[in-house]
């Protein structure tokens, strides 16, 4: 822990926080197609778009503005493409949170330029649910109904994955004890609740097996981690990130379980979502975001802060993280 002038009014900052090496990949993968289309070295001329995003490429509402900005068009569904940008050869990137073989299908069918942004780490989990339904296994997944990555990774064995949120679904399942079972996870869920639920289908499915490494990404954990030091030293914390932000989301509950009756966590989007009211007699004021959230819209609260007379600082530094993924192989030579 650093401290820079401890006492008073104070941020504590927690470290790591932000974006992470997924976010950092399918942010870096439309940028490098905008730019390589500014160049005219794309298809996208002729009046066309220079890209398509199916979905938000990451759960930030400032990063698709400013992607936007620069002349990204993000659909929600493929059949907005239209069929001119298709036969242009206008690329379509997948977002970060992965796609079901339906979309990768229609996408094909429609000869599409495809650029799939899906995080490896997600993709690993793809591959999990193709290698355990080939050996013969259902598989209980623990995600977020309606979540883009989990209906990806469900759409991959609709028949064979089992969708769960919570501990207190698992008394809705059924099966026998000759079923082999296996259990994957959402990349993004609460360590603390997951592990919850898992100790709730142990009870029930005692042969069930786990997976060979936990599917909740490092970048999930070290947040988690670092927000729950940063909570124990604060009486309110802020987490910075988009409402539909799965992992967002958990740094606010974790972060709530950290502070306890001592004060409430609250999720801003960005500086102009702070409410002075929040902070009537508070000393410290925690800081986190999500893996999604651009460090400049932080900064934005370090500084609404410090007007409000927050001027101490120190960071909660848990870990360094180094963990960095190559660009999409066909974009890799354009850089
Ligand atoms: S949060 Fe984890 S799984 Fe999601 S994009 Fe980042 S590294 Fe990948």
Redesign the pocket.
Known sequence: MTGIGDGGKRIVLADPRGF????DRAILTVQTILKAADRGAAAGDGGLPPVYVRRQIVHNKHVVEDLAKQGAVFVEELSEVPDEAVAAGVPVVFS?HGVSPTVKGEAAARGMHVVDAT?P??SKVHREVLRFVKEGYEIIYIGHRGHDEAVGVVGEAPDHVHLIEHASDVDGLDFSEDTKLVLLTQ??LSVDETADTIAALKDRFPWIAMPPNSDI?Y??SNRQAAVKLVAEQSDCVVIVGSANSS?SVRLVEVAQEGLGSRGVAHRVDDAGDLDDSWFDGVQAVGISSG?SVPDELVGGVIDALQAMGYTGMHAVETIKENMHFVLPAELRSRR
């Open positions: 992470c090496a997924g976010v970060a995080c780490l997600v990349t993004t990404c970048a999930t992992n893996a």
